[in-house]
């Protein structure tokens, strides 16, 4: 063994090595994607002052950069997706009484512990849009209380997740409820975790999107790739607040330089260079998911939610298959999967050969095993909680 690559007896091994890691297995998540080695560059040269001070170049470059691709004036980097909507909706929101409006299946609702009430003492008010893909105007209208009658929670924000379940809501869909929005004195944040997508799919630019909104919350660490990190735009003033509240819950960073290069290198590298995405790598991943999803349907699978971006939705009901069953097919093929969604992420783009086939031959085994079944088994459906164990 190479004594320079040992250490204390054990042996040192290198992570940074993209999609040649675990992440070029693992369709659970784009939270699954690794940092890269040019991401350890720009991490081993990047600025190491002090963030709280508001003096690390590095991060102020990367909040300035943000928020120009957004077309907003000012951004805020915070550890997490969650931090981001939850610092916008603290900082949107005033006093109580108050609501925000929002699609049931949001990410605000259903996976930050919520947040939203123990934050602002807000009432989320959950919408199933009717057309099954994301909210309209029409869904947003039913649905807001604009009247001062004192029996009401007053709709003062709505926040819209885009993509949601890697569907994406339309710019002119979204527009309309901006209108309506400003008319009605409502703030209006995006969830925009994977806004980036819905720019790469060739939607509207960042700048069309963020114009719409009051606040957007920006993850580096999910399809781009980052190990830590999510942007907030907004106007100054909003954003100066939302540095406030972030420090009264801990979120004040020393030398943040460290996770703020990665990220840097996450939007020009994976995004893209400009508002469009230009160079970046996430359009070849939604080719990819749909050649996924047609050899699922190819074999006679139907699909839960239609594919628009980087995530793969089975119908495991409809093919008699249970979660635990397809993530046991993955194993045994050296895949990771998590039940009935998959996400086709940059990383699992760069090791698609090794990949697609696997899948192949798991949707083969699925269909195979449903012809052999007598009685249909218990299933998922898309909408239970991909965190609960009961
Ligand atoms: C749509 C959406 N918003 C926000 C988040 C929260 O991000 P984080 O896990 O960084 O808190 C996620 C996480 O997966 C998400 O999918």
């Not at 806004?195 to 060739?202: F, K, R, T, Y």
């Not at 330089?257 to 996450?266: L, Q």
């Not at 996400?343 to 086939?357: E, G, K």
Request: charged share 20%.
């Amino acid at each position: 063994m190479d004594a320079s690559n040992e250490q204390n007896g054990t042996k040192k091994h290198n992570a940074w090595v993209g999609s040649a890691g675990a992440a070029g297995y693992d369709l659970r998540s784009d939270t699954m994607t690794t940092p890269t080695a040019s991401m350890l560059a720009a991490i081993q040269s990047c600025s190491l002052l002090d963030d709280v001070f508001a003096e690390d170049p590095t991060t102020i470059d990367l909040e300035s950069h943000c928020a120009a691709l957004a077309g907003k004036e000012a951004g805020l980097f915070v550890l997490s997706g969650t931090m981001g909507n939850q610092l916008a909706l603290r900082s949107l929101l005033t006093q109580p009484p108050h609501g925000v409006v929002c699609d049931y299946r949001s990410h605000i609702v259903k996976y930050e512990a919520g947040g939203v009430s123990a934050l602002t003492g807000a009432m989320v008010k959950p919408v199933v849009p009717k057309n099954g893909i994301h909210l309209t105007l029409e869904d947003v209208k039913d649905n807001v209380y604009l009247d001062d009658d004192v029996h009401t929670c007053p709709t003062r924000a709505i926040s819209l997740e885009n993509t949601l379940n890697g569907m994406i809501m339309p710019l002119d869909e979204v527009r309309r409820i901006s209108e309506f929005a400003r008319e009605h004195g409502i703030k209006l944040h995006c969830d925009g975790a994977r806004l980036w997508e819905v720019v790469a799919s060739g939607a509207g630019s960042l700048t069309d999107f963020a114009a719409c909104f009051d606040t957007v919350s920006l993850c580096f660490s999910k399809g781009l790739g980052a190990p830590i990190g999510s942007v907030l735009v907004g106007d100054k003033n909003v954003i100066k607040h939302a540095r406030w509240v972030r420090k009264s819950i801990g979120g004040g960073l020393r030398q943040s330089g460290v996770v703020t290069a990665a990220a840097r290198v996450a939007v020009d590298e994976t995004f893209g260079k400009g508002p469009n995405g230009e160079g970046g790598l996430l359009r070849e991943t939604h080719v990819l998911a749909k050649e996924v999803a047609k050899i699922w349907t190819d074999l006679g699978g139907k699909l839960f939610h239609p594919v628009h971006t980087n995530m793969v939705w089975l119908d495991l009901d409809d093919a008699q298959c249970s979660a635990a069953r397809i993530d046991e097919l993955g194993k045994e093929l050296g895949l990771k999967l998590m039940g009935n969604r998959m996400i086709i992420h940059y990383q699992i783009y760069q090791n698609r050969d090794f990949v697609v086939p696997r899948l192949e031959t798991i949707f083969k085994t699925v269909f195979q095993e449903k012809a052999n079944k007598a009685a249909p088994s218990e299933g998922v459906t898309a909408e239970t909680s991909m965190y609960r164990t009961q």
